[in-house]
């Protein structure tokens, strides 16, 4: 019996060391990818944070497109009456010139 129990502790001990020597690298792996996730969840919270910045420049540059599209039908109407105006002060150039040669 004393030779079952000392095979046993030797089958034993290979087991513990066999375990060991893969138990300890993997606990090292694990902390490295626990470590490169940390890593990771900072690069998405810098990336959300730029998301929602540009996001609101988006939102800001719709704004200013409508602004422009809004100055750009007054600037139309503007040049409408200009020419209008145009019209008229010639017309009264023409009257005065007439006037001016009778």
Known sequence: MS???SKMKVVADWAF?????L???LVGYV???QAEIAGLHGQIEVQNERVVRLQGDVS?????G???E?????????EAELKNAN???DDIKDALRSLGND
């Open 3 to 5: 030779n079952d129990d």
């Open 17 to 21: 060391r066999i375990l060991s020597a």
């Open 23 to 25: 138990i300890i690298p």
């Open 31 to 33: 902390f490295t990818i």
């Open 60 to 64: 800001e540059l719709k704004v200013k």
């Open 66 to 68: 409508k602004e422009i």
């Open 70 to 78: 809004a100055n750009k039908l007054v600037l139309v109407r503007l």
């Open 87 to 89: 019209g008229k002060l």
